[in-house]
Nanobody, 124 residues
Framework: QVKLVESGGGLVQAGGSLRLSCAAS????????RGWFRQAPGKGREFVAA????????AYKDSVKGRFTISRDNAKNTVYLQMNSLKSEDTGVYYC?????????????????WGQGTQVTVSS
């Protein structure tokens, strides 16, 4: 069974940093675009960042531009989300996703595989 496994979440003070990781279980995922989404309490899931198969193209939610960086290491079959200057509004469950094409997308409906989520809590 295909799996995406996130790690790296936790509790951090405002202004701090965290790095999330998402490891895929199959090598085919190296040719897939990947994304990060998040869901705050009482809200719907929203796009955060995406990266194409090679890492040459990325996209970000406006509110995280300049603070978050998505990257990938295809040798390790892993995608990362480096989060700096964290704010309380960044709190939520962060989900890793993959889509069976090489190009990025910002709608969750465009993704075929999802991780179980990792909690990020930013205290003010």
């Amino acid at each position: 069974q295909v799996k995406l496994v996130e790690s790296g979440g936790g509790l951090v003070q405002a202004g701090g940093s965290l790095r999330l990781s998402c490891a895929a279980s199959e090598r085919t995922f190296t040719s897939y675009a990947r994304g990060w989404f998040r869901q705050a309490p009482g809200k719907g899931r929203e796009f955060v960042a995406a990266i194409n198969w090679s890492g040459s193209n990325t996209a970000y939610k406006d509110s995280v531009k300049g603070r978050f960086t998505i990257s990938r290491d295809n040798a390790k079959n892993t995608v990362y989300l480096q989060m700096n200057s964290l704010k309380s509004e960044d709190t939520g469950v962060y989900y890793c996703a993959a889509r069976r094409t090489a190009t990025i997308a910002q709608r969750d409906a465009d993704y075929n595989y999802w991780g179980q989520g990792t909690q990020v809590t930013v205290s003010s």
